[in-house]
């Protein structure tokens, strides 16, 4: 005896055809929305129909109506339907990330210098930052929230591996026509109690010139347009770094900080089995850094 459920050849697009049908209620409505013709439509639910060995509609003559068979195939429709979206966005997704590695960072500088590094030999790949804490940049990286990690230390732990990327020395912006501006070196006692307009975005930096200078007052800009148009208009001192400048010192008089308080050595991450791309480009970093020690 032929068993009508031997070798189905139903496929995606007759379960739309399905689901459509019952959401606009007749044939004419659902071929509008899926820009098919009629007849095809037609044809193509009776070959439906006919796979699955069991009639789907009740036809009065042009109308059409899901029988009980129908309503049940349609619940399972709805069901694969919503798996094949799932599926399509999650294959998206990785497909996007193939090309996408997301890096957590202490602070701002090492990430434009790890991007420019990564345009220069991997034009095609993306860089979705986060600033954060040094210790969740190391839980997350272990963890594999995040593909690279912009850290303030190596990282001793198995399959970690870690090379330098760059060092920043952070000194003080002071206006003219501030009182320290004539002196040609800083110290804390010099600084702790002065008004600071400072970059909110600094990463570990805040807390570092809160916990050297814990008598001054920062004033924090969370837009960076915003934060570069007032530091030459403030009066106010500031800090900017020799790794990526983030004022016009064009504007006040740049004066060094102490060692203790001002430098930062970072260092880049990656997971041995993290993603190809992030050894990759991890691989480049420490190719280069070795080229500049040579």
């Known amino acids: 005896m032929h068993n009508p459920h031997k070798d189905w050849a139903m496929n995606f697009e007759q379960l739309r055809q399905l689901e459509a049908v019952a959401e606009f209620g007749t044939v004419s409505a659902a071929a509008d929305e899926l820009i098919m013709s009629q007849s095809a439509l037609s044809r193509s639910l009776a070959r ?5 060995g069991i009639a789907l509609f009740d036809r009065h003559g042009r109308s059409i109506s899901l029988n009980r068979a129908g309503a049940t195939a349609l619940e ?13 966005a999650a294959l998206n997704e990785l497909a996007n990330r193939a090309q996408t590695l997301t890096v957590g960072t202490v602070a701002p500088a090492p990430l434009w210098r790890l991007t420019a590094l990564a345009v220069e030999r991997f034009p095609g790949l993306l860089l979705s930052s986060q600033t954060i804490g040094q210790s969740d940049v190391e839980r997350r990286l272990i963890s594999a929230e995040i593909d690279l990690a912009i850290s303030l230390q190596p990282l001793h732990y ?5 090379v330098p990327l760059m060092s920043e020395q952070l000194s003080v912006l002071v206006p003219e026509s501030h009182r320290l501006a004539a002196q040609k070196t800083l110290t804390r006692d010099d600084l702790d109690g002065e008004t600071f307009l400072l970059y909110a975005g600094v990463g570990f930096w805040l807390e570092r010139v809160q916990m050297a200078l814990p008598h001054s007052t920062l004033i924090l800009q969370e837009d960076f347009s915003v934060f570069q148009q007032l530091v030459p ?5 500031s800090f900017t770094t020799d790794a990526v400048f983030l004022t016009d010192t064009t504007s006040g008089v740049v004066l060094p900080l102490p060692d203790e308080i001002s430098r930062a050595t970072y260092h880049l991450l990656v997971r041995g089995d993290g993603p190809r791309e992030a050894v990759r480009l991890f691989e480049w970093v420490a190719a280069q850094s070795e080229s500049r020690h040579n």
Do not use: W
Not at 233 to 237: D, I, V
């Open 158 to 162: 198995p399959a970690i591996n870690s």
């Open 76 to 88: 399972y429709v709805h069901s694969i339907l919503r798996e094949e979206r799932l599926m399509r």
């Open 233 to 237: 208009t403030s009066g106010l001192l």
């Open 48 to 52: 439906l129909e006919k796979d699955l």
